[in-house]
T-cell receptor, first 109, second 118 residues
């Protein structure tokens, strides 16, 4: 199992602030995915990044894949209470996914 | 598209009983499905890979005789927790692998099943 480290583990911010979540590994992945999970529900896919250096935007969310395809970041601009949840990164090795420990984000109104 | 359902959503059982959880891909065929378990405030841990028409592949440390997996059709995989004990209480989540041609090893997750063993 390839290890993915996420930081920070917890993040609590005020509505309107920005935040960044990091996902790092010593391994190279064919693709990396970001999921958001709410309590008592399954993870929901947000984005998949494939190419080193790739940047993808999804409304207020910006995802970046490192040049070496070992790390990624998720940046949320002007966070809203609806962004609250557990954010998980997952690296794909062939058909299996290895998940990071997750970052619990709380956005206070 | 790419909807995965799980049933039941939650189950409470007595110690020693067996519990079956179903995972269905509703609008696509999934030759490969995955079973994960998740403890409170922790990430997903892969238990096994379920392949249609063949035996499941279990991750190291997962007892295959305790967690029976059957993938009898292209849209259904089942996980049976046999002789459940309180330490088996957890959130069990299944996922289905997206069609390879269109996606990059993405998985689509079910809503999870909360198992509580008394």
């Amino acid at each position: 199992t390839q290890l993915l480290e996420q930081s920070p583990q917890f993040l609590s911010i005020q509505e309107g602030e920005n935040l960044t979540v990091y996902c790092n590994s010593s391994s190279v992945f064919s693709s990396l995915q970001w999921y958001r999970q709410e309590p008592g529900e399954g993870p929901v896919l947000l984005v998949t990044v494939v190419t080193g250096g790739e940047v993808k935007k999804l409304k207020r969310l910006t995802f970046q894949f490192g040049d070496a395809r070992k790390d990624s970041s998720l940046h949320i601009t002007a966070a809203q209470p609806g962004d609250t949840g557990l954010y998980l990164c997952a690296g794909a090795d062939d058909y299996k996914l290895s998940f990071g420990a997750g970052t619990t984000v709380t956005v206070r109104a | 598209g790419a909807v995965v359902s799980q049933h039941p959503s939650r189950v409470i059982c007595k110690s020693g009983t067996s519990v079956k959880i179903e995972c269905r891909s509703l609008d696509f065929q999934a030759t490969t499905m995955f079973w994960y378990r998740q403890f409170p405030k922790q990430s997903l841990m892969l238990m096994a890979t379920s392949n249609e028409g063949s035996k499941a592949t279990y991750e190291q440390g997962v007892e295959k005789d305790k967690f029976l997996i059957n993938h009898a059709s292209l849209t259904l995989s089942t996980l049976t927790v046999t002789s459940a004990h309180p330490e088996d209480s957890s959130f069990y989540i299944c996922s289905a692998r997206a069609p390879v041609v269109a996606y990059y090893n993405e998985q689509f997750f079910g809503p999870g099943t909360r198992l509580t063993v008394l």
